[in-house]
T-cell receptor, first 115, second 112 residues
Framework: GQQLNQSPQSMFIQEGEDVSMNCTSSSIFNTWLWYKQEPGEGPVLLIALYKAGELTSNGRLTAQFGITRKDSFLNISASIPSDVGIYFCAGRPLITQGGSEKLVFGKGMKLTVNP | DSGVTQTPKHLITATGQRVTLRCSPRSGDLSVYWYQQSLDQGLQFLIHYYNGEERAKGNILERFSAQQFPDLHSELNLSSLELGDSALYFC???????????FGPGTRLTVT
């Protein structure tokens, strides 16, 4: 099945530093989403991207839909302790099973921020 | 608060038992998705329902089944439970033909 490669798998940073993570696929996606999950909670949608080349910001978060439609990037600027969590990318492949809007998820990037 | 509700929050049961997890989607959302998340694992897609009809199946075991009712709430039934079924189970909902999925708080299932 279709898979997303998300990297890095984890990061340890100091408060105030910027963070970058990316997600790649071997096939074309027409939607990219970024989620954050905190321990014991459900994933929370951060940013949604629908067009190749699209660059969208949400506060200190910025995400981009890659031009090739096979990748996406998420940047967090000036990190703070509450940014701690697992960040997942998710996407909808161009070719799907039965027209379902189901998403494919990356394995997540665990972020630790040292105060 | 995503607007998606799941009950119960926690569930502890024994091997061989059967449990039912419940999900109520956001108001107006017709699609419900179920996911399984094991320790240190990503989100594994189980099944998708749209307006009462099954639309897609993922890695769902034959011991698991789901349905979506006319009021759009959904239930995930897990039977003949095994230790390996211990996990977080999430449901998510979305509006028709949109891809932004909103997740509930999850049900933590522990099989002893």
């Amino acid at each position: 099945g279709q898979q997303l490669n998300q990297s890095p798998q984890s990061m340890f940073i100091q408060e105030g530093e910027d963070v970058s993570m990316n997600c790649t696929s071997s096939s074309i996606f027409n939607t990219w989403l970024w989620y954050k999950q905190e321990p014991g909670e459900g994933p929370v949608l951060l940013i949604a991207l629908y067009k190749a080349g699209e660059l969208t910001s949400n506060g200190r978060l910025t995400a981009q839909f890659g031009i090739t439609r096979k990748d996406s990037f998420l940047n967090i600027s000036a990190s703070i302790p509450s940014d701690v969590g697992i960040y997942f990318c998710a996407g909808r492949p161009l070719i799907t099973q039965g027209g379902s809007e189901k998403l494919v998820f990356g394995k997540g990037m665990k972020l630790t921020v040292n105060p | 608060d995503s607007g998606v509700t799941q009950t119960p929050k926690h569930l502890i049961t024994a091997t061989g038992q059967r449990v039912t997890l419940r999900c109520s989607p956001r108001s107006g959302d017709l699609s419900v998705y179920w996911y399984q998340q094991s320790l240190d694992q990503g989100l594994q897609f189980l099944i998708h329902y749209y307006n009462g009809e099954e639309r897609a199946k993922g890695n769902i075991l034959e011991r698991f089944s789901a349905q979506q009712f006319p009021d759009l709430h959904s239930e995930l039934n897990l039977s003949s439970l095994e230790l390996g079924d211990s996990a977080l189970y999430f449901c998510a909902s979305s509006v028709s033909y949109a891809y932004e999925q909103y997740f509930g708080p999850g049900t933590r299932l522990t099989v002893t």
